[in-house]
């Protein structure tokens, strides 16, 4: 059974900092495109991030600079660091993975045969 479980949100301060964590079961990251979305209140869920299996890595522009998208092979988690937070980042950060042969990340269509979602872990920026 596949599983993802997201960890690592909470309430920062603008300008701080948080890194979230995608651990998974049952599918093995390091094979396929992985990403983070988010969905905010009232807005429809968007991309953020996203990793090749190759390790090449497209992100959104508002988050460009800011956050940094990682994938540890051994512990099969994906990893956003999320840095210089606005509390235009509040949302839902959800993780997701393409499980087709070969699929890779589409900056056009972000959830475009990603079928493997997280429950998600909120994220709060607020002073």
């Known amino acids: 059974q596949v599983q993802f479980v997201e960890s690592g949100g909470g309430l920062v301060q603008p300008g701080g900092s948080l890194r979230l964590s995608c651990a998974a079961s049952?599918?093995?990251?390091?094979?396929?495109?992985i990403g983070w979305f988010r969905q905010a209140p009232g807005k429809e869920r968007e991309g953020v991030s996203c990793?090749?299996?190759?390790?090449?890595?497209i992100y959104a522009d508002s988050v460009k600079g800011r956050f940094t998208i990682s994938r540890h092979n051994a512990k099969n988690t994906l990893y956003l660091q999320m840095n210089s937070l606005k509390p235009e980042d509040t949302a839902v950060y959800y993780c997701?993975?393409?499980?087709?042969?070969?699929?890779?990340?589409?900056?056009?269509?972000?959830?475009?045969?990603?079928?493997?979602w997280g429950k998600g872990t909120q994220v709060t920026v607020s002073s």
């Open positions: 049952g599918f093995t990251l390091e094979y396929y495109a």
């Open positions: 997701a993975a393409d499980p087709r042969p070969y699929s890779t990340c589409s900056v056009i269509s972000p959830e475009y045969g990603m079928d493997y």
């Open positions: 990793m090749n299996s190759d390790g090449t890595t």
